[in-house]
């Protein structure tokens, strides 16, 4: 009979560190991955963003360089010649 009492708390013991190991596992996996999307986002937008300003990489709204919009079929079509001649130089690596 001692050892019915003192298996319940063990094995509860035993789950409730099984699941805080798992459950911290799982939290720092999706930091991890958050973190990463985050750097390949900011990586890219320096990368294929004409005008990109660091002060946009900081989650504020409204951001302070103001919008990164287009209004002009010009601007568009600058934006967009420097997006393709930022992309043409890159080659496959397989």
């Known amino acids: 009979m001692v050892t019915n009492y003192l298996f319940n708390p063990m094995a509860n013991l035993y789950f409730f560190t099984l699941f805080g ?24 937008s320096h990368l294929f963003l004409m005008d990109w300003d660091a002060a946009r990489e900081v989650t504020s709204y409204p951001p302070p360089t103001g919008p990164n919009a287009v209004y002009t079929k010009e601007a568009f079509y600058n934006h967009l010649n420097f997006a393709v001649s930022q992309v ?4 496959c690596a397989y």
């Open 88 to 91: 043409s130089p890159i080659t």
């Open 21 to 44: 190991t798992q459950l911290t596992l799982f939290a720092s996996f999706r930091y991890a991955n958050v973190n990463y999307t985050w750097d390949n986002r900011i990586a890219f």
